[in-house]
């Protein structure tokens, strides 16, 4: 009697929340942490709850330069801070971040941001001793004496600086004697960095791991100490012109931790300087050889003893049947092959290739237009555990192929057949792959309602759907995917000209979708745009382009619902002042084309702009340059916006079969 009593009272007068540990709370908040809508829900039950979600929070990426203060008060936990949403943090910014996350920061993305310095850095380095991940990359403006304050961190084991073109030997120098705990560095595109600066990092940082040293002005004279790094596993030596066979000698005396390496677009390098990777990395998993040296028999039998080998991408070489057949005979079982875009592949060589490799799980094949039904047969007998196929643009293999993809290959998560002659009869095939979570059907004219309404009630994981341009697509087959594919996060119906408004209607109950492309949809309204604002509050991309009879009676639901919403094309509709002003009050708003508006003025365009705080990109037609005042550009490029200027006439759309004919004509 006594027991029930105390539990009544509990109940009375307490949350029943409240006698869960902390731990078992957080152990929750896990399961809904993929969602942000769904976490800013549990914040707002109750009193306990808004407290408990801000001591779990431990990863931060704000939208906001100015909000910064305010948001890390409210996570005081925070690990990993992103901020690669905010283009104008600044020195203020970084010492208001060091000063209130302190030993609490692990890790900070700043690689969208360029208006910080030494001052900033240093900062960072004083207060945040526990941070082991810094990533600059494209702070173009960041010089030797930024690069000294990075230097200070010393537990630093990840830095990224892509693009810092003005950071010389001398600053790298200086991250090399301070930061002896790096694991990865990336120094791709800093072009001031050569052998010098590069053979620092290899003596002094004996841990790394990871090592992106694209397009350097690098020789074979920094090789030696590199490889000589007993735990580096992944190299990265794309567009590095002085790298030659004689700097791959360099492996004969060993880099037996290697795992991969990427030598694409050294257009130096030839089958005589892979062969040193056979005495000297016999640990490589993955080779990347893309836009480099022809696929030859020479090159293909200098590789086949690499017998841990298990992903190459070949991407942009010429090849011959007799190098896709030696690959063929390698001991070895590939699970990743990528031949895109490589001219002169062939049934022959392909056909011989993926007879042997019969563990394949990944396949690429892009823009192979030589290969028929033929190859197509060979690999989906062969290759039955792939779990992706991409394949635009095979222009030679015929509809009846396309079946036996369904037949056979029903691991299939990825598929990409843009651009072929794959019918209803293929999709229906294809709608056995209940695994498919993108598929990509652009430019397939051949397809109908029919074919997509059976992907729509088997394939029921699809998170993404590409129908641009497939002109047969009409509002059933999108009523089939929305019906049947709930979890949908990304669709591109352009030019699919008789989709109407009933197909945004039943996509407004796919709540996930964060993608949604229409542009040259002329029967699509403000009706059915509001209706998927209301329903799919996660939305971060929209293109509207050339929807005619979309206006401002779209914008203001929009503007209510649609709070993480990032880019917007409006070019060509009929949205004017008042819409353009109404999407100034979303706040995450940060890319934005408005080409063409007859509705738009300069007064307008200005009042929009500046009350749009976060933009950071805006494309303009090249008009409205003289028409608006130079201190509006000056204020906004301050706050970290760019423009872009086009002076493009309006282009009336081709038929669908017309538009073929062209993409193929550029293609070839």
Known sequence: MKRQKTLETNANNSNLFDLLSEEIVFTILDFIDTNPLDRKSFSLVCKSFYITESKHRKNLKPLRQELLPRVLNRYPHVNHLDLSLCPRINDNSLNVISNTCKDSLNSIDLSRSRFFSYNGLMSLASNCKNLVSIDLSNATELRDAAAAAVAEVKNLERLWLGRCKLITDMGIGCIAVGCKKLRLISLKWCIGVSDLGVGLIAVKCKEIRSLDLSYLPITNKCLPSILKLQHLEDIVLEGCFGIDDDSLAALKHGCKSMKALDISSCQHISHVGLSSLISGAGSLQQLTLSYSCPVTLALANSLKRLSMLQSVKLDGCAVTSAGLTAIGNWCITLSELSLSKCVGVTDEGLSSLVTKHKDLKKLDITCCRKITDVSIAYITNSCTNLTSLRMESCTLVPSEAFVLIGQRCQFLEELDLTDNEIDDEGLKSISRCSKLSSLKLGICLNISDEGLSHVGMKCSKLTELDLYRSAGITDLGILAISRGCPGLEMINMSYCIDITDSSLLSL?????????????????????????????????????????????????????????????????????????????????????????????????????????????????????????????????????????????????????????????????
């Open 508 to 668: 407004s109950k796919c709540s996930r979708l964060n993608t949604f492309e229409s542009r040259g949809c002329p029967l699509i309204t403000s009706l059915g745009l509001a209706a998927i604002a209301v329903g799919c509050k996660q939305l971060i991309k929209l293109d509207i382009k050339k929807c005619h009879n979309i206006g401002d009676a779209a914008m203001l639901p929009l503007a209510h619902f649609s709070q993480n919403l990032r880019q917007i094309t409006l070019s060509y509709s009929s949205v004017t002042d008042v819409g353009l002003l109404a999407l100034a009050s979303i706040s995450c708003l940060q890319s934005m084309t408005v080409l063409h508006l007859k509705g738009l003025t300069p007064s307008g365009l200005a009042a929009a702009l500046l009350a749009c705080g976060g933009l950071t990109k805006v494309k303009l037609h090249l008009s409205f340059k003289s028409l608006l005042p130079l201190p509006l550009f000056e204020h906004l490029e301050a706050r970290g916006c760019v423009f872009e200027w086009r002076d493009k006439e309006f282009q009336a759309e081709l038929d669908p079969k017309c538009y073929k004919l062209q993409w193929e004509d550029i293609a070839q």
